[in-house]
């Protein structure tokens, strides 16, 4: 074999091996892994410029190891009978400066887990629904501003499909990822208050205090 021929196996091999190096490193030793809440909260929303009484607010949490940092967060609504989609706004303008790991919360003893941003049907969505080919009761909804989540599962059923994503750097590799929620559907809409990590209390008892708190 010549030199020539062995050093092109040698390339490759050590591409192969660095790429496995890589895919370890990303997928198997960092361990990140952003999950979701399993609702998505009510919010009564008191605003006198809008017609909207209600908001809404998703927690998610990175229950791996290591930190995501430039953390951008979208909120998809998906309508399979039109084949269009939209999205959601998002609080603190889609995005965090990092997603903490176990190893950071440890460290610092934090025993809150996650991050609760508030959602809404904002001005890109309300655009969408307003197209013409959408159902009547939507469109006028969305023309005076009080359109809301019900609004759309009451009207369109399981065409809807809502997902949240979250995107971020890994802190040890810096590789890009993605993860994405479950659909969530209007059961999942609640008056609930989160616990310290994904968990909630829905109890009916607790909408006093939320409407009172978080507003």
Known sequence: MSMVMLSIL???????????????????????????????RKINYVNASANNKYRYAIKFANLGKRSLLEVSIVARLYMNRYNSFTYLSVGG????????????????????????LGVWIGDVALSEFKRPFYPQKIKNKAKNN????????????????????????EEFTG???VFISANFSKDDIQFVRFGDALDFDPHEKYKAYIDKHYV
């Open 175 to 177: 590789a890009r990822r």
């Open 93 to 116: 303008n889609n995005s965090l400066p990092i997603l903490y790991g176990n190893n950071y919360r440890k460290k610092n003893k934090m025993t809150f887990i996650g991050d609760i």
């Open 146 to 169: 009080s359109l809301n989540l019900e609004d759309l599962f009451n009207e369109l059923g399981d065409d809807v499909k809502l997902n949240f994503y979250v995107y971020g750097n």
């Open 10 to 40: 040698f390339g490759v091999i050590s591409s192969l091996v660095a790429s496995f190096i890589f895919w370890f490193l990303t997928f198997r030793y960092s361990r990140v892994n952003v999950e979701f809440s399993k609702a998505i």
